[in-house]
Every structure is written in C-alpha cells, then in structure tokens.
C-alpha cells in the first residue's frame, strides 16, 4: 500500500548537512499496524513525514497505492492528503475552535456541508468516546482527552492511512494504554492501516503487527514484532527491548535473556526450571505485561558458573518452547 | 472654567477619536494583508518567498525608521492630493495611516508568530490550502493576540495625532499646542493631557476585556 524505494533525506544549511534518511526500502501493508521504532534523532519522524510528503525526500520514490506521490500537483496532493490522516505528539488541536469545530475542521476544507460535518463529527465523537465534550474548548481537556479528539479529527475524511507521530509519548502509562487501544479499535473496525512513529517499545509490542528499528537514518532490521522481539538481531533493537541499565548487566554478566510471547505465564516455569536444576536462580530483572489475558515480557537471570548446570537450565527452557538468548549477544 | 473651553476640549476630544479610529481602522486594512504577506513569505513559512520577504521588509523598516513630525511633513503633497488640504483633521489622517500600515504590518506579523508552527504542519497534513491555512487556522488562532496588539497600535496611533497638533493638525494635541503652549494656558493643557490619558485607559482596558472575553485558552 505504501511503498518506499531507496528513499533518501537530507538536510542542508548553509553551515551543515544532515542526513536524516539513507536509501530507506520498506512496504507498509494494507490494513496492517506498522511500528517504526526508534531513538531521537533516527529519522523516524522525518520518515513518517514523507509519507504525506511534509517533507520532500531528496532522492528516491514514495508509493502509495501505486502511484508515485512525488509526481502529484499540488491539488492532487491536497486530495490524497485528505486520505491519510495524521496525529502528532503535541496533538495540535486549534485551541480557538472547540471539539466539534476541530474536527469539523478537515470536512469544511474538504468541502463538506455543515449539516453534514457535524453529524460525521458527532460520530467520530462517540468512536472515540468523548460525546460529553462536544463543546469544550482544547485547554480544558486533559492529553489523553486531546489525543482522542485528534484522532477523530484525523479520521473525519474517512481516510486509509493514519500516521502517529509519537502520539502517546506525551501521556501517562494508563493513558497510553488507552489511546493504543483505541488505535487498536480503529484498524479492526474500520480497516484504516496505521503507521506508528514511536522510541518505546511498549507502544509497538501492544499493537503493532511489524516493526521496523532505526537508527542514524536507515533501518536495521525489520519484522513481525515477535520475531523482533525475541530474537533482536541489531544492537538498536537491543538497547530498545531493555531499559538502559540492563544493556549494561547483559554485557556485564554472564546470563540469559528470557522472553516471554505470550504462550506462557512466566512464573511456573522459572520455579519448575530452579526445581528440576535444583538451583537458586538470580533475577537480576523482568519486566511483563498482562496484553490480552496472555504474558509478554523479558526476564534477565544470571547464569551459574557451573557449566553443566547452566546446559541443563537451557536444555529446561529449550524442550520447554521458551525463547531465550545468552548475554554477551548470543542467540539460542 | 468658562462654557467655552469646556466646548473646546468636547469637540477637541471627537477630533482626536475620529481621527486615531478611522486612521486605525484604515491602516489594519492595509497592515493586516501585509503582515500576512510577509509572515507566510518568511523562510519556514507556508509560501516561503525571499524576495517578496526582503522587499516588504526593507520598505516597512523605512518608513517605521522615519521620525513622525519628518514623515508628516515629507507627505504634504500626497497629503493634498488625496483630501485637497494640509490641515485639519482629515489631512491629519493621511499621514498617520502612512505611518501605521508598516507598525500594524508588525504587529500582525509577531502575532501570527505565535501561532503554533505544530499547529500549521496539521492542517498541511489534512490538505488546507496555503489561503485555508491563513483564514481559517492561522488568523482565527492569532485573534486574541492580534487584539491585543491593535490596542497597542491605537494608543500608538492617538499619541501621533496628538503630535500632529503642531503643524495644524485638529484635535486635543492642537488644544494643548495652541492654548496651553502657545498663550501659557496650563490648566488648560493638563485637561487635554488628562483627556488623552482617559482616553488611552478606556481603549487598553476595553481591548484588554475583549481578550479576555474572545480567548478560548483562558476559559477554564
């Protein structure tokens, strides 16, 4: 649906150049959720930018559909951009008009009759769950609360495509949850193919289907999330996968990074797995998370330095399904 | 106080306001067009354009760096030609539009400056054209700003007309010229300084309540 060919982006200043983008390849699927993760300063919002062409790349083609975008005059530009709705971090409502009249806002350019807007906006209102604040104006509603009025401006236009440019790394933990979810909603009930910009990779582990990791303008490794994040290959997708510190305990120890894909609830097995090696197993740290009724998360455990201990408690994890790699960079 | 003065300082009063009000009203015709215009033509802006940029600039910058009196003097000619006089009100007019439009221009343009630049990059995204994207986010975003900036520009506007009083100007700045400078009238002077300053009141404080009144960011 969305195609990049050999995509490139650089910025030039009289005193600098940057290359924000380096002969980027990827295909987004119609209907899927795609996760472009990444660290600041990877390119990714710049990526996401020249899907709508907010930025123009230097060199390379943009598909969608088929149709190369870079060729489209400026009204056809207008038209397609019509079709792919956008959310931003900041959310950027227009704080002079209130909650129907911001999402109102895409149907008047578009030239929609007011009776019409207004209903479509009602509409997208209850989608989002917000009927109550039909009338409020953006300062009084909370992130969250901005973030889903965005998000029903964004799909006024009945568009195929909805770009997140970091649209939750504003808001709280619960909040976030709740907005992924909603985004979650939106591809099942309406189909809209979302692209998703984000540096955390919670956001793409909830509802992403692919990902793609960047770093320093291209993309070092893609895949379905699962793979990705069980079998991390590039050392961005490392660091991305474990919080900063643990980067360091990998490299440090001697241990093993246990992932959970949801097939299993962690706890039988760490305890089944100590029962059968008859050894105190060091936790050094886990992170899970309760996504659907199933577990997903990692666990770092350290390593007995007796060998064939270590062997059995891989052989353990092995006939047990369970995914799992060796610090140091490994992989099993 | 004699009848007469009291007449004097009334009909002064209606000179100066028809003069700063319609002077003001004229010059936001011709600023706020060409604000706009040099704010979108900025680099960065939504119909980046260095020329027109450098040229609207440079000849605000001109007449802004022309002193009020020079200006006002340096215009008779045009002055004449247009209201077929060089004195009295409706001549004091002509030059104060003249030296507005460029401090409108401005002001418009720092207001539209605040505006959100994440703000224009969404309805960019949503396919505004570059005129959807001045009527209908980046003017209506700027309002509040916008007005408080034109009663900065009127206040701005009522002392120039009360300056032009020296060169047969109309209005409460020639009152204070002709019968407190000139015949050595302080009182008389004082009323009209102490009007000016009413009147400068009123216009702050009514803008100031507008605001307050329009700005959808202050309603909690």
Redesign the interface.
């Known amino acids: 649906m969305i195609r990049f060919e050999n995509v490139s982006k650089r910025f030039s200043s009289r005193k600098s150049t940057t290359d924000a983008m380096n002969h980027i390849n990827l295909e987004i699927d119609q209907g899927e959720i795609y996760g472009i993760i990444g660290f600041s300063g990877a390119g990714k919002s710049t990526l996401v930018r020249c899907i ?1 062409l ?1 930025e123009k790349p230097t060199e390379g083609s943009v598909y969608f559909q088929g149709e190369r975008i870079q060729d489209m005059n ?1 009204r056809q ?6 079709k ?3 959310i ?1 971090q ?1 959310f ?7 909650v129907i009249e911001n999402i109102c ?2 149907l ?3 030239g929609v009759k007011k009776s019409q807007a207004v209903a479509r906006a009602a509409e997208l209102l209850e989608l989002v769950g917000l009927q109550e604040k039909a009338k409020a ?4 509603l909370s992130g969250g609360q901005k973030q889903r009025v965005a998000i029903a ?2 799909l006024a ?1 009945k568009p195929e495509v909805l ?1 997140c440019d970091e649209a939750t790394s504003a808001l709280d933990p619960i909040t976030t949850r709740s907005i992924l979810a909603l985004l979650k909603e939106i591809n099942e009930k309406l189909g809209v193919t979302i692209v998703v910009i984000t540096h955390e990779m919670k956001a793409v582990e909830q509802i992403c289907d692919r990902v793609a990791v960047m770093s320093q303008g291209t993309i070092e490794e893609e895949g379905t999330v699962r793979d990705v994040f069980l079998n991390p290959k590039s050392e961005t997708a490392r660091k991305l996968i474990l919080p900063d510190h643990e980067t360091e305990i990998l490299e440090a120890h001697h241990m093993l990074r246990i992932a959970f894909d949801g097939q299993s609830a962690f706890e039988p097995v760490i305890s089944e797995m100590t029962m059968a090696c008859n050894i105190a197993v060091n936790i050094l740290g886990a992170r899970t998370e309760n996504i659907g009724g199933k577990a997903y998360g990692q666990m770092l455990i350290e390593l007995p330095k007796d060998h064939e201990t270590a062997n059995q408690m891989k052989q353990f994890l092995r006939d047990r399904k369970i995914h799992f790699e060796e610090g140091g960079g490994t992989h099993e | 106080m004699s009848n007469s003065v009291l007449q004097l300082l009334w009909s002064g009063t209606l000179e100066t306001l028809y003069m700063t009000l319609v002077s003001s009203a004229i010059a936001y015709v011709f600023g706020i067009p060409l604000g706009v215009l040099v704010y979108v033509s900025d680099s960065g802006g939504i119909c980046q354009n260095r020329v027109i940029h450098t040229i609207t600039g440079t000849v605000i910058n001109i007449v802004r760096s022309v002193p009020f009196l020079i200006l006002l003097v340096a215009i008779l000619p045009f002055t004449r030609l247009v209201v077929g006089t060089t004195i009295g009100s409706a001549a004091t007019i002509v030059p104060l539009v003249v030296a507005a439009i460029p401090f409108v221009a401005r002001m418009v343009e720092s207001s539209l400056k605040e505006v959100h630049a994440g703000v224009i990059e969404a309805a960019k995204a949503m396919g505004s054209s570059p005129l959807q994207i001045v009527y209908k986010v980046i003017l209506p975003e700027a309002k509040p700003s916008l007005l408080v900036g034109s009663t900065i520009a009127v206040s701005t506007i009522l002392g120039y007309s009360a300056m032009a009083g020296f060169v047969g100007g109309g209005g409460l700045g020639a009152i204070a010229i002709n019968y407190g400078y000139y015949r050595y009238q302080s009182e008389t002077m004082l009323l009209t300084v102490a009007l000016l300053v009413i009147i400068v009141q009123v216009f702050q404080e009514t803008g100031i309540w507008l605001v307050r009144k329009i700005d959808k960011r202050e309603q909690n």
């Open positions: 709508n907010l400026q530009l207008r038209a397609y951009r019509q792919v709705g956008m931003f900041q950027n409502l227009l704080a002079q008009r209130n806002y895409p008047e350019i578009a104006y953006p300062e009084q401006r964004a236009t770009l």
